[in-house]
Every structure is written in structure tokens, then in C-alpha cells.
């Protein structure tokens, strides 16, 4: 087995494909975000990557099972840029494999006619998040004033620590392609699944690419989540010595 | 030496073989199963596979050191399908070497002719067994349903974490080939080696194939293990503060 | 992406360039050092190295996102050998990573002419530092004798535990390809980001090379610093159980 | 730079010559036995290995660096075969390195006419030693009749982990080149360096091979050791709560 195999299900004419990415991160934005326009919209399953750089382990539902790997989807949008997601359970394990794994979804993008790279992500603030912003990177000064346009905040040194994993690089990757990428960050606490801050990335998203979904069922999780915390919290202040450190991470 | 090193010994001619993989693992379930197959029916030595992703590390022997390796042995029974086992003392010690191994075994099994594949492992449940299960995934549902046929439970979300190391990518490799391929997995507490797992593992793999062995010695190592475990619930029931935290892997 | 990756952006004729690294460690000494000179002096970016053994991240800058890289920047002098700078924000995250880098460093190092090897460094004491001296490792006895002459420190046993990461390795790999080196390590607590002890290496670099910073601006670093240094002992009097081991790292 | 690379110095003619290896290990007994060959008799530097795999690092000896590297020196003796060490610094960091070195080390053995092998090491037996006794595995039959002639104890389960690092590979290795292969462990505590063990294994090797060396600095460098150790025993006894995990490695 090569260290990145691509195979490719299907090849459909897309419309200038916008890639869209939503692997396993920071409250699981990206994840959420872009596996719920899987279930909102018609999708195809166009291609799967295979890394030895992923962990060693299969998947088992229902008896079945199936070798770790990412996918990518096709969605025909009614008007606008097509999308090509880009989902999975897993993230590389090393160094090597993030670049290379990055590299190999962009070849696949390419192939795929893609011509614009959306990376979606969460980024923690530490705390319970009241509104929830939506923070931007990118590769072009047209797509930072574009996105700006649809309400996404560039700030001066945020995320203070750069982006590390397949969203930084996705970006990082792609300027060297002179593939215009952007990262859209919802703030989320870090602490939990974050539902809510999936949906207002994908608000986003929706404005600046130009599709459409129904939010019904993130709202739906997001209240369940909302009630999780909602728990948490009494807990905490019905205990006698509980404290910030107490609040673990909750998916 | 090249990363993974293949040295046939022999190419007997089996009928219809299946693979029967039994490395370390999960209560040394699998290997003990497999193992037992070699101390009760005839077998011949006819691979050995290297590995640079093995421990850099000799076994000794009465003085005699052999190098860190898995090996096959032909196994031809009075009916049905012959078996090819895989044992060895050690898995890989990464990523890489996880795919690049099972890839490897492979290579060796289809050049012996291989149809099928079981992979035999334990599956940890946290407690002391009572009646103990076989758990099952498979690649394809005709094996799954000729499973279910012999006892093999399939399960909606078990194992809930998949399936990781050899056993898992022998399903998720065999998969890619084109290979039928399945993971019999006795249920164990996960602190113990368990030959009583093995047993169980065997009986259902017996009926599968087609083939029979005496499980004497595999009883009597039971039993002893079964001693531990009374020696060890005595020693906790007169100690003061013992938890269920004292119970430690005992092998 | 291969594992290192050279992005050539100019190529200036320059006289007798010395090589002159900075990246981060103790104390970040070689990183200040070389970043004063590129604040001080005019200079032109003429390569960038990228490598999947850099972290997998970007650095994002007012919304703008780049990939991990190191960089060259040419200086050229009024008298004595221009100056070939290495500067970035990374070290290799592993060995082979570390080994390739220095290595592909040298290439362009050597492609753009240059004919000695400075790498700057810090090396830790473990308490705040009096008199800043500057100590030296070198690959050949002529160097040793010209940089005694300029004031630098040859000691038997030091540093103890040798050279580690590309400071160290670019003696080592310079040394392979008869190319003159030598390491500059300022004395440095190894607490404190410490731009006095970069202060005291660039003097010696320049009576060694022939060129000539200001030194105001680091100096008012210095001055920050010793704020910092004075607020913790203050602390540390106050405080009743107060130890050396209270003393963090603090940058 | 290759992962790995040789570089020959010089190529003499040497009679029957023997692999005598003494890399850092278990009380440094195989590096202080192979070093005090070194010191004691007259001996050529032949050839240098150099490796992505050692620690990225220069060693500083009076302000001169070196890369971190292995040696290889030839030793002409008066009688029976002459003597090829291998010392150095570092073991590889990694598992392909430990395998990938030892390859390249038996490489550079066989060019230079190498017919066995001995690894020197450690055998820890987590007790203070009263006897020194040496422990040996080798890969043929011959060699540990040949060794157990000159007092070399072959024990049926020892050692129990088998033997781990570079001096179990040029087992492993030689075995699978056909080149005879022995490995001498000197029992010795684990805790501190121990230059007693060091002379019971080259006793041993000495009448393996037929040279001789004097031992007077072997036994000065012992009798400091035991001060050390009666130092800290006389602490254990006057201390009120000292007990077995006090006793931590001192070298």
C-alpha cells in the first residue's frame, strides 16, 4: 500500500467546485458543519483517501467494516459554485502524514476541477460562548475582503498560535497551488461539541459560496448540548469545592 | 534489509487455505487460539516476515537468539478448507509499520493460495466473563450471514471503538483486495490472559472451516488462571481498602 | 510536497557571504541576534525552505495565513563579507527532519556562495548571568584562533552535553563538506528570553565578520526583561516558601 | 545526506579479523570492555558510520566539534585473529534506525573481512553482584559449545526480555548473512557503571579470540565505583527511612 492512495468513485461536471472541508477538530465545527450539509442536501460520493499515516483501525457498523479513510462528497447547488466536501472520522498521526495527506486532498480537488478552498474549524476562547463570531483566514487579500463582506472577523493576531492540522495546511498548501483558501474558525468553547458554532460557520459559508440549508436539526443538537451544560452547571454549584477545571471535555 | 522481508521456507499445495492470524493482543485471545491449532494438529513452518517496524530485538532461547518476526504455518486438514496460521511474539510499533506489515501478510497469504481470512482476537469488556460471547465483523454480508450460522454475534455498534492494529487492517486490507475477510473476537475482562476466550474463539472458528482440535491443555491452562483469579478475589475480599483498581493484567 | 522544499527568490552577487543562522532555543539568543541584524541593516529575502518535518501549521498575520518555512535574507556590508542570514519561527519536529534540514540549508547556503558558517545559540547556565561571555565550538583550529582573537571562549569540557538541533549540526554537516564553521553561544540563564546574552554574541560576530549594528533597540529589550526579572525576585522575597524552582521560563 | 553512511578510512590487511562491538548500554559494560581494547593495544581508525538516526549533535572537545558518529578501529594481535571494534557515542533513536545501523555496521564488518561477531554488553540482574558470571547467546551451536569452554553460561530462559538495541540485532542480522554471531553479557546491577563487569566479559573474550590486555586501569577505574558505592551505602544505613529505590544509577 503507498503511503496516500486516492480512488475515485465518480467524476461529475461540477459548476466551479468549492472545496469544503469538516475533519474531526476543535469542538468538532468543522465536522458538524460540513457533515450536516451532507444530510440537508443531494450528495454524491465521488472519491475516498486511504493513508497509511491514519491510524491503524477500521470502523465497524453494523458487522461491517471499513478501513479508516477520508471522503469527498459532491453537492449540486441550485445556483452558484458546486461543493466538494471533504469528510472523515480521522486526522494524520504524524507530521509527514498531515502534509501529505493535505497534498493528496488538493490533488483530488484539483482533479475535481475545485477552484476555491473552504477549511471549516472551530477555535477555542476557554469560556462558554455567548455570540458566536466567526474568525477568518486566508491566502488573498480578495478573499479576506469578500469574506468580510459576509461578516467574518480578521483580527490583528488571532489565532494567536497559527492553525495547525489540515485546516492550516489546506491554506498553507493551497497558496503554494495559487489556489485561493480560506479558513473559516467558529469560536467555541473547546470544552464541548459545539453545534451552534457549526451552524454560525456555516451561516457563513452559506452567504459567501451562495447555497442553502435548513438548520432544524444542528438546532435540535445544539439543545441537547445546551441541556448538557445546563446539568453541568448545577452540578457545579450545588458542590461544595467544584471549579473550572471540573468542566472535561463532553462529545 | 528492506523494510518488510518475506522468506518462503515451503510451498505446499493446501486446499481452498484460509488465513487464521493469532498475534498479541486484547487477553492474547487470538494468539492463544492460534497457537493452540499448532500444538494439536500436524503443521509445516512455511514463512517467515522481518520487519524493520518490529522491535529491534532478539529472542533467546537456550542460548540461541532468533530475530523479532511473525511466521506462517500450513495446517492440512482431513476436510474442508486447510489452514495457513500467522503467530509471532510481536505486532508492529507503528503506524506505518501496522500497514506496511499487514499489507506484507497478505502479499505471503495470496501467494499460498488464501480464499478467506480470520482474524482472531479479544474483544475487552471491563468485567469478568460469564458466558463468553464471540463478537464478529466481516467485509462482506455472506460472511457475516455464515457467521451468524455458527454463533458469531454482530452487533449494531460493537466494537464501539472499531477494531485497531493487524486483526482491524487484515479486514481493512482484505477488503481493498477483494479478499473475504472476518475478525472473530472472544469477549474477555481485558485484565487477564484468557485461554477460556481462546476456547470459545476456536469453536466457533472450528465450525466455520471445518476442522477439529482437542481443547485439553487449553482447559487446564484455564484452570489455572481461574486459581489466579480465585487467589486474587480472596486477597481483595480480606484486605481493607482493595478496589477494583487493584485488579491488575496478570498474563 | 517533497520532505524539503527550496523556493529560490533571488539570487544577489555577494562577497565572501558568511552564513549566519538564528533559529529558536535557549533563551532564543540566535533568533534575536539574527533578527537585530535584519532589523538594523537593509536586506533582501532570497529563499525560503519549506518541509513536512516543520510543524503542520500556519502562521496567520492580520487574517493572512503562511506555511511553516525558515528563510534567508542577503545583507550586504559596506566592508567585509556580505552576510547570508537564517532566520524562522521553527525547528525540525524530529531527527531526520533535523539532519535534512541543515542539510538542505547548506545547499542554499552553499548555492548562494558562501564560504564560512556562523550558528548562533544560547547555552543555559541555569542562574541569571553577570558578565555575558560568549562561548564557541568551531570545525577547524584557524577559526578557533581567529575567534579567540575576538574574544570568544574555548573550553575544555563546554558545553557539556554538546550541540543539539541545527546549531549544532550545521558544524557537524559543514564540516562533512570542508566548509569552515563555527557555533556562537551566548550565556544565558536558559529561564529568560534573554537579549543581553544576544547582544554580547553579535558583538563578537561582527568584530569577527566586519560590520556594524546598532544596538538600541535590543538594549530596551534588555531593559524590559530586567523589569521582569526585578518583579519576580521581588515576588520571590515576599513570597515564604518561595524556591530557584519557582523560577519559569518566561518570554 | 543518506540515512546511513560509511566512510573508510583505511583498509589493512587483517587475519581471520572479529567484530568486537561496545555501544552504550546496561552499565556501560560493553562500551568501558570494546574502549579499554582500545586503550590498551595499538590500534588503527578505519572507518566512521554517520546517520540521520543518531541524535541530531556534535560532540565539543576542546572547542573542536564532531557529528555524532560510531567508529570502527582495527586491532592487530600477536597471535589468532585480530580485532575490529565498533565504539561511539549513541545508539540509534528510532526502531528503523536500530535496524538500519546495525545492517550498515555489519556491512562495513564484511568489507573489511569480518568472519564473527561478538556484541559486548549488560546483563542487569537489579542486585549488587558478588560473582561476576558472563551470559552469552550466540547463533550457532559451534559458538556456544566454543564459549561455554571458556566459562560463558548459556541459561535456558535468559535473558528473559531477550536481548534489545544494537548488540541483539548483530545477532539477529549476522544470523540471517550466515555470519557467526555471539553476544557476552557481563552481569552487573543496572545501576551504576561497572567496570567489574567490563573485565569478566573481556576475560572471557580474550580466551574466545586469544589476545591479551592488562587491567590494572580497568581495576583502578572499579576500585573508584566501589567507593562510590560504599559512600552511599553508609548514607542507606544512616538514614533513617533509605530503602532499595534510593539506590538510583550513577555513572
Known amino acids: 500500500m503507498d503511503p496516500f492512495e486516492i480512488e475515485i468513485l465518480a467524476e461529475p461536471d461540477l459548476e466551479e467546485p468549492v472545496l469544503v472541508e469538516g475533519l474531526p477538530g476543535v469542538g468538532h465545527v468543522g465536522k458538524l458543519a460540513a457533515e450536516h450539509v451532507l444530510e440537508e442536501l443531494d450528495s454524491q460520493l465521488v472519491a475516498r483517501v486511504y493513508s497509511t499515516h491514519f491510524p491503524p483501525q477500521v470502523t465497524v457498523e453494523d458487522g461491517t467494516a471499513e478501513l479508516a479513510h477520508a471522503e469527498f462528497h459532491a453537492v449540486e447547488t441550485e445556483e452558484g459554485s458546486d461543493l466538494l466536501t471533504l469528510t472523515g472520522d480521522h486526522q494524520a498521526q504524524d507530521n509527514q502524514g498531515h502534509y501529505g495527506l493535505t497534498d493528496t486532498f488538493l490533488d483530488v480537488a484539483e482533479r475535481l476541477g475545485v477552484q476555491r478552498v473552504f477549511a471549516l474549524g472551530g477555535v477555542p476562547t476557554g469560556e462558554l460562548i455567548e455570540e458566536y463570531d466567526v474568525l477568518g483566514a486566508a491566502t488573498t487579500t480578495e478573499l479576506i475582503e469578500e469574506l468580510e463582506g459576509v461578516g467574518v472577523e480578521f483580527r490583528e493576531d488571532e489565532p494567536a498560535g ?86 472535561r471535555y463532553i462529545g
Chains 1, 2, 3, 4 share one sequence.
Open 162 to 247: 497559527g492553525i495547525v492540522g489540515v485546516s492550516g495546511l489546506l491554506l498553507g498548501l493551497s497558496e503554494r497551488r495559487d489556489l485561493p483558501a480560506a479558513c473559516l474558525m467558529g469560536e467555541t468553547s473547546g470544552y464541548l461539541v459545539d453545534p451552534k458554532s457549526a451552524q454560525a460557520v456555516l451561516e457563513v459559508l452559506q452567504d459567501a459560496i451562495g447555497f442553502e440549508v435548513d438548520f432544524g436539526s444542528l438546532e435540535e443538537r445544539a439543545d441537547e448540548m445546551e441541556e448538557v451544560v445546563r446539568k453541568i452547571q448545577e452540578m457545579e454549584s450545588s458542590a461544595p469545592a467544584a471549579s473550572e477545571e471540573d468542566l
